[in-house]
């Protein structure tokens, strides 16, 4: 599989500002889907929001309007842009990316990764 590199989480004020970024690392041929999910203490991991190939984007109603998906095809970076950050945002977001790269050279095989994760906490 394809390791991703996250970046971008930490503590902010509710009202405040954040954005995430995630890269695949490794010879990545395309990619296919990009999304942000989340899981807060206690509770179930939640799809935030995603992109596809072409840019189509979708969130959750929780977020919408608040935050913003993009992505770098040049890059292979996937960002989240979160404004009007509420405590309820806490959580830790994971970065999901879906493509296909060179496992070996010449030969290409696809991928399904997982970032690490990053906190992201807001104080009211």
């Known amino acids: 599989q394809v390791p991703l590199v996250e970046s971008g989480g930490g503590l902010v004020q509710a009202g405040g500002s954040l954005r995430l970024a995630c890269a695949p690392a490794g010879s990545i041929f395309m990619i296919k889907s990009m999304a942000w999910h989340r899981q807060a203490p206690g509770k179930q991991r939640e799809l935030v929001a995603t992109?596809?190939?072409?840019?189509?984007?979708n969130y959750a109603d929780s977020v919408k309007g608040r935050f913003t998906i993009s992505r770098d095809n040049a890059k292979n970076t996937v960002y989240l842009q979160m404004n009007s950050l509420k405590p309820e945002d806490t959580a830790v977001y994971y970065c999901?990316?879906?493509?296909?790269?060179?496992?070996?050279?010449?030969?290409?095989?696809?991928?399904?990764?997982w970032g690490q994760g990053t906190q992201v906490t807001v104080s009211s």
């Open positions: 999901n990316v879906e493509g296909t790269y060179y496992s070996v050279p010449l030969y290409i095989s696809n991928f399904n990764s």
């Open positions: 992109i596809t190939s072409s840019g189509l984007t």
